[in-house]
Each structure stands twice: as structure tokens, then as C-alpha cells.
């Protein structure tokens, strides 16, 4: 089998942004875009040869041609050892794990995570380093410089593999193993969780529903609930991953995982309901009549999961991203465990985590994780909950409000203005940082600004800097306004504005507590003067 080096045009738009390089599936489907990308990441690194990779996606639109590519690039740059899941599946949070577990150089996961699927949806992929963390970014800065004047890919002229069934086979030199994409990942949760109490609060009556919003999660959610766990047949929904996510948004937030909210507002809902996003590294938590915000989650793990037998004495701290609310901030203080703040995007909790700085980190946009893999893992999450509950013995609506009772309640929103002009959008946030000096004493409604900053960040470990990550309101009554573009959109800009106040009466309706909040924000950021829409596109 030959390889050849065939010449390429870069393309200007390769810049990988919070999570990978996502696009539209038709810009990744113009002709060597892929190629480009895949060779541009080995490009910009050493040492590969002979080595194992770990390949796979959440199998959206695409991902069956794109594996195929990645595999020959890989093949032919001279890599021992490609381990992909069959149907070219894996989850990110099982592809993170595989990394280690192997060994392996990294790997390559191809997905646009919570973005929409389909043929006119995103496409996406992502290296995660040998320590299954997403690469940092000196390296994606690296690969970005790379893209942009890449001259040529290295490709192996090969039949495609067969990746239908599992066990080994050879792709010119490199061995390809192609293996079950839940099995190892299942046995991990095994070790981490009691299976056996969670069974218990299942036989008990405990009803549960998973939903994976027909992304990668179904086949890991079927493995674990249903056969693990003993959970009836049918409790996991849209469980086979479909390459348009059968027309769903695989976000799971209150927005697009609305049917979801629904059947839990019924009076027949089940006790307890979670869901996953495309990739499977985020979560949405839903109890009867209850959302449970992911700040919340975060607060709420943080005080038991220390508790648990795996993490018992071996919790080190907890990390938030910055926009995620100060909910967790109380419990630490409380608990006097070491809290980090971190700019939005998990990269940032790597390092953290690895040097056991922290055990539990977690965004406010549906991620959690601890050091068990360097990754977000939704299905993680959701058997920390159940662990959780089975081994306090509590109901969630209990954790809940035993959280709000100690410490008061963080009611908490987000306002996303998406696919607004990328140009507008930047104005926008240059005018409000002109305005950061002036703002403290300035008084908005009921409200003054206590102080206002742009956020930067320090790595505790390298050292390196991080400036411009999003800009922090204080506001008096514990209220805050924090507004930051989004890094992963592939359409113009998304303005993110994330509001919270705190209150000690924990049964006030969030619209209320935060309409003045979201009044002051409007004000100082005078949103319809430059987006030219006054309302948001989504509201979480
Ligand atoms: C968004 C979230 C961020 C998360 C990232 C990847 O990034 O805000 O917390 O880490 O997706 O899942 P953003 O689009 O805001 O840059
Ligand atoms: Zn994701």
C-alpha cells in the first residue's frame, strides 16, 4: 500500500476556538479540509511513530467518511497502533479514558459536541493529549499556525476499514483495533460508583430516566442502566445515535431538551431524570417539577461526593469556570476545600486536575467531571447523582433545598444572543471594557456596581496567561453580570450574558429576583443599539 504526499491549499478558517476546530459539515466536506486539519495536528508535534492513537466520534453526519480519513492521515504519518470504537463510536469522556488506559500518544475525537447534526449541521474534531485532556492551548495555537500555510498531507492509499465488527486488523503497517465502545469505560464506572446501592434505590421504586437525545450516549446509557443497573428496558430514550440526532439539538438545557422538561412537569414523572449532549460529556439533571442548575449540581457534588468511598480522602478541590455561579464558592468556603476559578472551556481544569490541585470541577453550560478522566463526562455525572442519593438517602429536591437552607440560593440565568454579526458583537464587548474603570458607584435601578473586571486568568501550574476571557459585573445585593463571546459557534458571534443574584428566601420566582439584574446589564451594555435585536435567542 502506498503513501504519498499530496499536495494541499490551506484554508484560511482552520482556528481551533474553545473545544477543537468546528464548521459547518459542507466546509468540512470541501475538498482536503479534513486532510488539512488532521495533518496540521501531527504536524505540530513529535514523537508519534510507532505509537498508539485512540479514534473515534459521536456519530454525526460525516463521521463515517471523516474516521476513514483520520485513519489513513494516521496510518500513513506512522503510527503503530489505532484503537477505534466499532461504528467509528466513542464517547468523549471513553475516548479520554482509552487514551490512558493505552497508553497512547492521544486521540482524535470527531465531533461538534452539543452543536446540531445532520447535513446542514456542524462538524468538529478535537486532540486530546496523552493525558486524555483536550490539548492546551500552546498546542491548538500551534496547529491553528500550522493550518494556515500546510502545503501537503501524508496519505495512505488504502480500501476503507471495516469498522462493523470488532478485532484487529492491518492498515499498511498499523495495526487497527477495532473494540466495543462501552465496555472499558463501563468497567471505569464500575470502580469509581456503588453499582450495588444504586441498584438497591432502583428495586426500592426509584423511578429513572436517561435521555441521549439519539447521540453517542444511548448504546452507554443501555449498557449501564438497563443492563448494569436493572433499570426496565425502554427507561434510556432516543438511545441509538443517528447522524442528524433524529432532528434534535443534542444540548440538554431546559431549551433543547424541552420534551424532557415536559414529561418531568407531569404529574406521572419519574422521580429522577437526566440527559447527555452529542459527544456525551455534558448533563442536565431533572428531579419532578425540578430543574436543578448545572452551578447547583456543582455546589451539591461538591458537598457529597467527598463522601463517596472512591473520592473519600482523596478530594483536593474544586474548580469552576468563571461565569458559573459562586453557589459552589459557599460550600467550599464552608467545607474549607481549595476553590479555583477558571476561564470558560474545560481545557483550563487539565492541569488542575492532573496535579491533583483539584478532584471535581464543572461549567455552569452542563459539564462536570472529576480526575477519573481529564475530560467533562456526562453519564459520570449522573451516577454521581445516583450514588448520591442512594447513599444519603435523600430525595434531589431534598439536596436541594438542604444547599439553599445553609447557604442561601444563587438564582441563576443565561441569555444567549446567537448568530449575531461577528463585527457588532465585537464592538459591543470593546465599549463595555472601555467601561470597566467607570462602572464601580454607578447605580442601576436597585442595583450598584460594586466593582467590574476583565477577566484573566493565571495557571497555577505553567504560569501562562490567559487575558480578555469575559467581563464580570459586581453588582450590590450579590448580583453579577458576566458577558463573553462564545468559542465554539461556527455561524457570525454568539454574546453570552450570564445573570445571578443571591437570596436567602430560596422560594422567590428567578424572573423576579433577576429582572433588575438583566435591566442593568441592558443599560450598560445597550445590547439593541448594537445587535440590532433586543431580545435573546435563548434564554437557559
Ligand atoms: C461552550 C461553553 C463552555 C464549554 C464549551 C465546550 O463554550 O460555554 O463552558 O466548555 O462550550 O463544551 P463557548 O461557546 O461559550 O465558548
Ligand atoms: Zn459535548
Same mark, same amino acid.
Given at each position: 500500500?502506498?503513501?504519498?504526499?499530496?499536495?494541499?491549499?490551506?484554508?484560511?478558517?482552520?482556528?481551533?476556538?474553545?473545544?477543537?476546530?468546528?464548521?459547518?459539515?459542507?466546509?468540512?466536506?470541501?475538498?482536503?479540509?479534513?486532510?488539512?486539519?488532521?495533518?496540521?495536528?501531527?504536524?505540530?508535534?513529535?514523537?508519534?511513530?510507532?505509537?498508539?492513537? #485512540?479514534?473515534?466520534?459521536?456519530? =454525526?453526519?460525516?463521521?463515517?467518511?471523516? #474516521?476513514?480519513?483520520?485513519?489513513?492521515?494516521?496510518?500513513?504519518?506512522?503510527?503503530?497502533? #489505532?484503537?477505534?470504537?466499532?461504528?467509528?463510536?466513542?464517547?468523549?469522556?471513553?475516548?479520554?479514558?482509552?487514551?490512558?488506559?493505552?497508553?497512547?500518544?492521544?486521540?482524535?475525537?470527531?465531533?461538534?459536541?452539543?452543536?446540531?447534526?445532520?447535513?446542514?449541521?456542524?462538524?468538529?474534531?478535537?486532540?486530546?493529549?496523552?493525558?486524555?485532556?483536550?490539548?492546551?492551548?500552546?498546542?491548538?495555537?500551534?496547529?491553528?499556525?500550522?493550518?494556515?500555510?500546510?502545503?501537503?498531507?501524508?496519505?495512505?492509499?488504502?480500501?476503507?476499514?471495516?469498522?462493523?465488527?470488532?478485532?484487529?486488523?492491518?492498515?499498511?503497517?498499523?495495526?487497527?483495533?477495532?473494540?466495543?465502545?462501552?465496555?472499558?469505560?463501563?468497567?471505569?464506572?464500575?470502580?469509581?460508583?456503588?453499582?450495588?446501592?444504586?441498584?438497591?434505590?432502583?428495586?426500592?421504586?426509584?423511578?429513572?430516566?436517561?435521555?441521549?437525545?439519539?447521540?453517542?450516549?444511548?448504546?452507554?446509557?443501555?449498557?449501564?442502566?438497563?443492563?448494569?443497573?436493572?433499570?426496565?428496558?425502554?427507561?434510556?430514550?432516543?438511545?441509538?445515535?443517528?447522524?442528524?440526532?433524529?432532528?434534535?439539538?443534542?444540548?440538554?438545557?431546559?431549551?433543547?431538551?424541552?420534551?424532557?422538561?415536559?414529561?418531568?412537569?407531569?404529574?406521572?414523572?419519574?422521580?429522577?431524570?437526566?440527559?447527555?449532549?452529542?459527544?456525551?460529556? =455534558?448533563?442536565?439533571?431533572?428531579?419532578?417539577?425540578?430543574?436543578?442548575?448545572?452551578?447547583?449540581?456543582?455546589?451539591?457534588?461538591?458537598?457529597?461526593?467527598?463522601?463517596?468511598?472512591?473520592?473519600?480522602?482523596?478530594?483536593?478541590?474544586?474548580?469552576?469556570?468563571?461565569?458559573?455561579?459562586?453557589?459552589?464558592?459557599?460550600?467550599?468556603?464552608?467545607?474549607?476545600?481549595?476553590?479555583?476559578?477558571?476561564?470558560?472551556?474545560?481545557?483550563?481544569?487539565?492541569?488542575?486536575?492532573?496535579?491533583?490541585?483539584?478532584?471535581?470541577?464543572?461549567?455552569?453550560?452542563?459539564?462536570?467531571?472529576?480526575?477519573?478522566?481529564?475530560?467533562?463526562?456526562?453519564?459520570?455525572?449522573?451516577?454521581?447523582?445516583?450514588?448520591?442519593?442512594?447513599?444519603?438517602?435523600?430525595?434531589?429536591?431534598?439536596?436541594?433545598?438542604?444547599?439553599?437552607?445553609?447557604?442561601?440560593?444563587?438564582?441563576?440565568?443565561?441569555?444567549?444572543?446567537?448568530?449575531?454579526?461577528?463585527?457588532?458583537? =465585537?464592538?459591543?464587548?470593546?465599549?463595555?471594557?472601555?467601561?470597566?474603570?467607570?462602572?464601580?458607584? @454607578? @447605580?442601576?435601578?436597585?442595583?450598584?456596581?460594586?466593582?467590574?473586571?476583565?477577566?484573566?486568568?493565571?495557571?497555577?501550574?505553567?504560569?501562562?496567561?490567559?487575558?480578555? @476571557?469575559? #467581563?464580570?459585573?459586581?453588582?450590590?445585593?450579590?448580583?453579577?453580570?458576566?458577558?463573553?463571546?462564545?468559542?465554539?459557534?461556527?455561524?457570525?458571534?454568539?454574546? =453570552?450574558?450570564?445573570?445571578?443574584?443571591?437570596?436567602?428566601?430560596?422560594?422567590?420566582?428567578?424572573?423576579?429576583?433577576?429582572?433588575?439584574?438583566?435591566?442593568?446589564?441592558?443599560?450598560?451594555? @445597550?445590547?439593541?443599539?448594537?445587535?440590532?435585536?433586543?431580545?435573546?435567542?435563548?434564554?437557559?
Amino acid at each position: 500500500m502506498d503513501i504519498t504526499a499530496v499536495k494541499t491549499e490551506p484554508y484560511q478558517d482552520q482556528k481551533f476556538g474553545t473545544s477543537g476546530l468546528r464548521r459547518r459539515v459542507s466546509v468540512f466536506m470541501q475538498k482536503n479540509y479534513l486532510q488539512n486539519v488532521v495533518q496540521s495536528i501531527f504536524d505540530s508535534m513529535e514523537g508519534f511513530e510507532g505509537k498508539t492513537l #485512540i479514534v473515534g466520534g459521536d456519530g =454525526r453526519y460525516f463521521n463515517d467518511k471523516a #474516521i476513514q480519513i483520520v485513519l489513513k492521515i494516521a496510518a500513513a504519518n506512522g503510527f503503530g497502533r #489505532i484503537i477505534v470504537g466499532k461504528n467509528g463510536w466513542l464517547s468523549t469522556p471513553a475516548l479520554s479514558h482509552l487514551i490512558t488506559l493505552n497508553e497512547a500518544f492521544g486521540g482524535i475525537i470527531l465531533t461538534a459536541s452539543h452543536n446540531p447534526g445532520g447535513k446542514d449541521g456542524d462538524f468538529g474534531i478535537k486532540f486530546d493529549t496523552s493525558n486524555g485532556a483536550p490539548a492546551p492551548v500552546s498546542l491548538t495555537n500551534k496547529f491553528t499556525q500550522r493550518a494556515k500555510i500546510i502545503d501537503r498531507f501524508w496519505w495512505l492509499d488504502a480500501p476503507d476499514v471495516e469498522l462493523g465488527n470488532t478485532g484487529k486488523k492491518q492498515l499498511g503497517n498499523t495495526t487497527i483495533e477495532v473494540i466495543d465502545p462501552v465496555l472499558d469505560y463501563a468497567n471505569m464506572m464500575q470502580k469509581i460508583f456503588n453499582f450495588k446501592a444504586i441498584k438497591k434505590l432502583f428495586n426500592s421504586g426509584f423511578t429513572f430516566t436517561f435521555d441521549a437525545m439519539n447521540a453517542i450516549t444511548g448504546p452507554y446509557a443501555k449498557y449501564i442502566f438497563e443492563e448494569l443497573l436493572g433499570l426496565p428496558q425502554g427507561s434510556v430514550v432516543h438511545a441509538v445515535p443517528l447522524p442528524d440526532f433524529g432532528h434534535l439539538h443534542p444540548d440538554p438545557n431546559p431549551v433543547y431538551a424541552k420534551h424532557l422538561v415536559d414529561r418531568m412537569n407531569a404529574d406521572d414523572a419519574p422521580d429522577f431524570a437526566a440527559a447527555s449532549d452529542g459527544d456525551g460529556d =455534558r448533563y442536565m439533571i431533572l428531579s419532578k417539577k425540578l430543574f436543578i442548575t448545572p452551578s447547583d449540581s456543582l455546589a451539591i457534588l461538591t458537598e457529597h461526593l467527598p463522601n463517596l468511598a472512591y473520592y473519600k480522602n482523596k478530594f483536593y478541590g474544586v474548580a469552576r469556570s468563571m461565569p458559573t455561579s459562586n453557589a459552589v464558592d459557599k460550600v467550599t468556603k464552608r467545607k474549607k476545600i481549595p476553590l479555583y476559578v477558571t476561564p470558560t472551556g474545560w481545557k483550563y481544569f487539565g492541569n488542575l486536575l492532573q496535579s491533583k490541585k483539584i478532584t471535581l470541577c464543572g461549567e455552569e453550560s452542563f459539564g462536570a467531571g472529576s480526575n477519573h478522566v481529564l475530560e467533562k463526562d456526562g453519564i459520570w455525572a449522573t451516577l454521581a447523582w445516583l450514588n448520591i442519593l442512594a447513599q444519603t438517602n435523600k430525595k434531589p429536591a431534598e439536596l436541594l433545598t438542604d444547599l439553599w437552607q445553609k447557604d442561601g440560593r444563587i438564582y441563576y440565568i443565561r441569555h444567549d444572543y446567537e448568530n449575531v454579526n461577528a463585527e457588532n458583537a =465585537r464592538h459591543l464587548m470593546d465599549s463595555l471594557g472601555a467601561q470597566v474603570p467607570t462602572l464601580p458607584g @454607578q @447605580q442601576f435601578g436597585c442595583l450598584t456596581v460594586k466593582s467590574a473586571e476583565i477577566f484573566s486568568y493565571e495557571d497555577p501550574i505553567t504560569k501562562e496567561r490567559e487575558s480578555n @476571557q469575559g #467581563i464580570v459585573i459586581n453588582l450590590s445585593k450579590e448580583a453579577r453580570v458576566v458577558a463573553r463571546l462564545s468559542g465554539t459557534g461556527t455561524m457570525g458571534a454568539t454574546l =453570552r450574558l450570564y445573570f445571578s443574584r443571591k437570596e436567602k428566601s430560596y422560594t422567590d420566582n428567578p424572573d423576579e429576583v433577576l429582572a433588575p439584574v438583566i435591566l442593568a446589564a441592558s443599560t450598560i451594555l @445597550q445590547i439593541s443599539k448594537y445587535l440590532e435585536i433586543d431580545v435573546p435567542t435563548a434564554i437557559i
